[in-house]
């Protein structure tokens, strides 16, 4: 795997700046040619750099897997080395790589160097971490080869990129073309399905000799300028009532010219004309046609409407008379002559045809897509949208992630809502599919990610976490819950595999129980701000090893202006916990310069060194605190309000005083810990009963609890 991963380093051409060492004579005021840089995979387990200025100085060097991998550790990369990969390219690409030449120099041109470098800077994680490679010169007849070797090489990549740039272009237009097509077929489906045919109506004019009345009601002709149109008789549907006093040119029976025939009456005109007019009253009928019938669309038009040739000689519409409101058929009044003029075509109703409709689920979708960004975030991994990763690579990834995914808060999500997760996968991928087919770049049957064979696992991992989340109790309703300190239930985390000093990331998680529960750190930003300098190793007079924590040993670092008292415990579990973890620490440049506790664990560290010098984020202590926080359980004696009992540490000015002990009250029955009228004995004992400080800090911790949970819950109001 490692193999192929080196050789999909993808080849860079680039342009770095030349500069001397600085610690030549000649750095500020050196006059050096730009280099020519060619990174690319000779084989599958290495890499070459080629650079040359293609005078004086042609440089070159290999990277082995082993050095690669050597130099992710050094510069604490996380992630994949697929991922390494990628930043190192993109450094590799920018415009800052510098070639910098040590030795005997010049200032003009940099001859007679001995030694390069080539630097370059690397941007992992938000942070900006600096790299170099060491380059061997190629003189004399090895670098002229090396220098023609690189020219070749760029004259084929630019060949190369100009027949693809030329292929795409032909792409381009071609798809282009197929979209123009789809969106044609789409409306001509839409207009067929109102059962209008096309009409291939001739031009139509009016017989020299004005026709006679002839006294009889006929149907009311509509007749259409445009040719071909969708159309629809209405000969059916309008018989309107002619008055006696219409006038003998307009009257119904007249004759008309039609290829040529002539046709004395409009009923006859009705049986052999296949295509009918749409007035403006039908245009917008038909733009609305999803709840109007044919019938009523036809009662909608307002006139009886005549073809005429204008000044320019072509057709065009006019209405002669206008029907009353009230009376549907009824022939009114004359009106004139005046243009009637048909409405565009919404472009809702082409945005609305094209999306196929509305998403109900698109809430759903948008909860279940930002918790795998998150989680995808989390590991390291490069940032893509789920339809840019491959099938494959994502059906894996969702194994990975449902047994992984939990809450903001780090509790478990209810099962009904991993399933409305995964739903939402199969929603997505659908979408998307659904998406390409209709542009035409995707002709396969559309995934399904509930039946497809490649998400099998996935759809396991799933049923396996809704497994998980029923027998841990995550789909009860979370109430606010008052009484005694759940100290049995928190003392259950430390029994977990997770949380064993074996590993690095278990010492670290352990460290920071020990931290909340016995040294009385309260707070996550508490804990994000806590130094090495304040914790000390000591002994007692009975030979007893103690760790003393003094926060006053870091007040210049903290500035505060109230400290707790020292706190000392020699708990046998707490003193290896520490002494195993600050053996592993990495080393500083001085011992008296404080640092912050929590360091970044190494994932399989291959020496003493377990933690890396990055500093774990107050994102994941706040996570890490908010599970291992002191909680409590119900209280069968019925008090009423948690959030005015004091926590477990009574805080005073100046000092923090332990109020219980939490391995002494492990098994401490609910009835010691009350009072006669059933309120709680520490909160009349020492100041802190009243103190508004202390309700605060729990009213705000609780409130931030519930928010988070009432996100996470809201994020489901839409489940279908």
Known sequence: MEDERVGAFKPIFNRARGALHPASPHARNAALLPFLIHVYPCNSTTLVILASDFHSNTWHTTVSLEQLNHLKEKLACKGAFLCFLQSLHEALC?????????GPASAVGG????????????????????????????????????????????????????????ELEANLEEEKQKSVNVLDAILEGKAASMHFRQSSLPNIVHNEEPPS??????????LS?????????????????IPSNLPNEYSPGFNMTVADKTYKSSESLLTRAKGLCRTSALKLCEENSYSRSVKKAAKAVKGL???????????????????????????????GVQKRKYRELNSDLITKIESGGENRSAKTDTWARRHYMEWRRDLGLLEKEIEEIPLPEFAESLVKFFCMVKKRNGDLFPSESLKAMYRAYVRILQANYKKLRMEGSYSGAIVDAAKDTIFEKARIACVEAMKHSLLHGANTSKKRKTGILATNILHDMLLLDENQVATPSGLCRRLCYYCIHKFGIDDHME???????????????????IWNYNERKAEKYKRKELFRAIIQCDDKDVVECFDKYFMHLPPKPLAEEPRRLFLAPIKRPTTTVWFRH????????QEWYRYMKPRVLEDRHGMQDSMNQPPCLLRCEGDCQKGI??????????????????????????????????????????NEGDAEEDRDEDDLTDVD
């Open 94 to 102: 920018s415009s800052e790589v510098v070639i910098e030449l040590g």
């Open 111 to 166: 001859k007679g160097a001995t030694s390069a470098l080539l630097k370059a800077s690397l941007s992992a994680h938000g942070t900006s971490k600096d790299l170099s490679f060491t380059l061997d010169n190629l003189k004399s007849r090895n670098g002229t080869d090396a220098s023609a070797t690189l020219a070749l090489d760029l004259y084929n990549a630019y060949f190369l990129a100009q027949n693809r740039i030329l």
């Open 213 to 222: 009345w002839s006294g009889a009601t006929s149907p009311g002709v509509l």
């Open 225 to 241: 300028t445009q040719s071909p149109t969708p159309s629809i008789n209405l000969g059916s549907y309008l018989s309107p009532s």
């Open 305 to 335: 409407v005549e073809l005429h040739t204008d000044s320019s000689g072509a057709l065009a519409t006019t209405t002669i008379y206008e029907a009353n409101d009230c009376d549907e058929g009824g022939l009114t009044s004359y009106q």
């Open 527 to 545: 804990l994000y701000d806590t130094t090495d300098i304040e914790f000390e190793r000591m002994v007692s007079d009975q030979g007893t090893a």
């Open 614 to 621: 990055q500093n774990i984020s107050s994102r994941t202590l």
């Open 661 to 702: 002990d939490v391995d002494e009250n492990v098994n401490m029955p609910a009835m010691d810990m009350m009072d006669e009228n059933g309120n709680d004995k520490a909160t009349q004992s020492g100041t802190s009963g009243n103190n508004p400080e202390i309700q605060g800090d729990l009213g705000e911790d609780g």
